[in-house]
Each structure stands twice: as C-alpha cells, then as structure tokens.
C-alpha cells in the first residue's frame, strides 16, 4: 500500500504553535480518523503549563521508516512543562524495521542520557533498556524504575558504557540471559560504572542458560557501584533454566564466562549471602577480580558461595570469596 497523499504534519505543528503562544489553558483536539504524520517536534517553552492534547483519532507513522531520517524521534515533546496527553492510537507501522532487524543488522553509535523509564515494580517483563546486536553504545545520566531489568545486554552487546544510573525497583543491571541458541555472538567489553541500585532483586548480574553454547561473556567491569537494599548484590548464575528443567538436556553452560571485574562496590544486602559465583563445571567462570568490596548484610559480613569459579582479591573485600 503506497503512502497516502494527505499529510498532516504541517496542521499539527501549526495548531501547536497556537496553543503554545497562547497563556491561557488550551486543547490541542484530534478528532476521529487516522491523521499520517512525518517526524514532528512540539517545542517549548511554552507561555501555558495547562495544554492538553486530546487524540480520538489515529496518529499514523511513515510505513518507509527513512522518511524520518536522522530526526532520531517520529513525535517529540521537548521543554515542555504541564502538558497532558489522553487517548487515542499512535500507529508506528514498525513492520519494515521488524525485517530489519529479523535480518540480524546491528546498531551501531548509540546515546541515550537523561532518561526516566518508569513501570511498576510488580509488572512482568517490562525491561528498561536493552541492548543487544549493538556496538559503541551509551547510557547515561538516567533513572530507571522497572518490573525486570533496568538494563539488560544480550547476545552482540559490545563496547557498552553505562554510567550514572540509578536503577530501582527492578532487577539490576544484566547482562543475559545468554547460550539459548547455540550459535550465538558473544558479550565484550561492558563498563558499568557509577550506579545506583536501590530495593532490586539483583546488583550485578550474568546469567546463562545451562545449554550448550559458543557465546562468550569478557572484559567487563563493574566499578563505584552502591547498592542499598538489593537481594542478590553480585551475580553470575550459569545455571539459568526455568520450567524444571527440560530446556537443558546437558544440565551444563557452554557460554564461557571471563574477565569479569568488580571495584569499588559498596553497599548492603537484603539477603545474608550478597555474592554468588554459580558456574559451569564443564566451563568455569575465569579470571574474576575484586578489588575493595564491601557488602554487609543487617549491619554485620555478609556470606558468599562460590562454584567453579577463579579469581583474586585485592584490597579490602568483604564478603571475602574462597575461589574454587
């Protein structure tokens, strides 16, 4: 189906402008119908902080994606205070980037810094960003309150820097799960750095499935981390397989799980053991450094299990773990 002739773009902007200008309270009214629009930005400041934008009808999206360009955003709010939006259907006709991404493009040079991601914490699987078949990519200077992840990196997430987040409730920072697929590009190069986690069900965590793999997990570093209140502060599960067990006929990760380094992480755990090494013993966890640690659990040491995992410590680590 060709792109309909009618754009609205231009009656929408134009309407904006009006209520914008204008100090008294006003609606931006859409009525009933479907209204095709290009990329749109509804800037401020503005003289009102009492806008509404009603919308009956339907926004509609270019089904040709590139007709956005670099715009970076198909509708915008920008310095923008007391603006109310209700109703209606934003239509983003996502089906061409689906094939784009179904055919396993990555995306390359990504930044996102300051923003908020806000979902219950009792709503399921509702992760706050991830990132995965991505290279050089940014997150920063934002806060994130979510019912999964606040940031999950899956398979193909390389050269990540993340810094200055904070992050509750949710279920941390993770990298995984990871090794479903056999054939899968691996994890590298991840900085987490200055994070806040606060009231999460995990810190710091990786999690592989425990099937047969060639994905890879290295050279990650986690560093000037606090947690307060977080259930699991440190983990690596290489044992990951929900339903019982059926999905996991070798029982055994083979995802290969090394460079991991953890600096600087202060804080407490909600539960007495705050680390938790759990790896394959076909394909132990390698080369994991702690360097000045200090996890408590209702103001005394924390405990620590550690499986199949090696590493050192260096200067003050509490919980201290017994490499095995």
């Not at 009618?6 to 200008?21: L, M, N, P, V």
């Not at 509702?126 to 806060?143: A, C, P, Y």
């Not at 806040?196 to 793999?213: E, Q």
Request: proline fraction near 6%; charged fraction near 20%; include cysteine.
């Amino acid at each position: 189906m060709a792109e309909p002739k009618t754009d609205s773009t231009r009656a929408f902007s134009e309407a904006w402008k009006r209520a914008c200008s204008d100090p008294r309270p006003s609606v931006v009214y859409v009525p009933y119908g479907k209204f095709h629009l290009r990329d749109i930005a509804f800037e401020g400041p503005c003289k009102s902080n009492a806008i509404v934008v009603r919308i009956d009808g339907t926004l509609v999206a270019p089904s040709d994606y590139s007709v956005i360009g670099n715009a970076g955003n198909w509708i915008r709010f920008h310095k923008v205070d007391g603006v109310r939006i209700s109703g209606g259907i934003l239509d983003g006709q996502g089906t061409r980037l689906w094939s784009c991404k179904l055919a396993g493009k990555d995306c390359p040079n990504v930044k996102l810094q300051r923003v908020t991601v806000t979902a219950p914490g009792s709503s399921p699987n509702t992760d706050g960003i991830h990132v995965e078949r991505s290279s050089l990519v940014w997150i920063l200077n934002s806060t994130i309150s979510t019912g999964d992840d606040c940031i999950s990196m899956g398979p193909g997430a390389r050269n990540v820097w993340i810094e200055r987040v904070a992050c509750g409730p949710g279920h941390g920072i993770s990298i995984g799960s990871l090794g479903w697929k056999f054939q899968e590009p691996g994890v590298e190069n991840i900085t987490v750095k200055r994070v806040h986690l606060s009231d999460t069900t995990n810190g710091l965590r990786i999690k592989t499935w425990a099937r047969p793999s060639l994905g890879f997990v290295s050279n990650v570093l986690f560093h000037h981390v606090v947690m307060d209140g977080v259930k699991n502060p440190i983990l690596i599960d290489q044992h990951y397989c929900p339903g019982h067990g059926q999905n996991c006929p070798s029982k055994a990760s083979g995802v290969r799980v090394s460079g991991i380094r953890y600096k600087s992480i202060r804080g407490t755990s909600s539960t007495q053991v705050a680390v938790r090494f759990d790896c394959s013993k076909s394909n132990p966890c390698t080369g994991i450094t702690m360097h000045d640690v200090a996890l408590t659990y209702l103001g005394k040491e924390a405990a620590v299990t550690c499986v199949n995992a090696r590493g050192t410590s260096s200067g003050f680590v509490t919980p201290l773990v017994r490499w095995s």
